[in-house]
């Protein structure tokens, strides 16, 4: 259909490129390392944790580029935005900073049941988050 599909400029491009790159490590990287855990245990008692502590020092920065694109993508396109979109962008927010509570709590605890509860929580709000961004880019 004429005039519908358009390339996004280069700014535009820049900032959801960046966006979505580091929602694949956050939210790609909990993924792959919940699966992994089970034969990361065959390796040895440890290579959890090792594995885990790898992962951290990708997984922070990857967040803290969530939260500066993500308000540059609020910048960007929020400012024509309606009731429905703001409320989505509300909850948005709210799962975000969820997510990031519970990693956060996630790697601190020593307890397995909360390890289990907090990883549980922090990758089903960062995929709730995926999936309302998706909506948000309309
Ligand atoms: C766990 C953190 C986050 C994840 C996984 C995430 C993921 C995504 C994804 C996958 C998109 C769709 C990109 C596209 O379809 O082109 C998106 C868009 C968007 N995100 Fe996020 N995001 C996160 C954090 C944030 C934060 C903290 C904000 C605001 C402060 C935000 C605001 C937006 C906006 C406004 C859009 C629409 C951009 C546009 O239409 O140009 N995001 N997000």
């Given at each position: ?30 993924v ?15 290579a959890?944790?090792?594995l ?39 909850a ?30 922090a ?14 880019a309309?």
């Amino acid at each position: 259909m004429l005039g519908t599909a358009h390339l996004a400029g280069a700014l535009d491009g820049l900032r959801l490129s960046l966006h979505v790159l580091a929602a694949a490590v956050w939210v790609g990287g909990q993924v792959t390392l919940a699966g992994l855990v089970p034969a990361a245990r065959k390796v040895g008692p440890e290579a959890p944790r090792t594995l885990a502590r790898a992962f951290a020092r990708l997984q922070w920065p990857a967040y803290a580029v969530l939260l500066a694109t993500g308000v540059w993508n609020v910048g960007a396109v929020g400012s024509d935005a309606h009731g429905a979109w703001q409320a989505v962008l509300g909850a948005k927010i709210a799962v975000v900073l969820l997510s990031g509570l519970a990693a956060g709590l996630h790697t601190r605890t020593r307890s397995r049941r909360a390890l289990a509860v907090w990883g549980a929580v922090a990758g089903t709000s960062s995929v709730a988050a995926l999936v309302m961004g998706v909506f948000l880019a309309g």
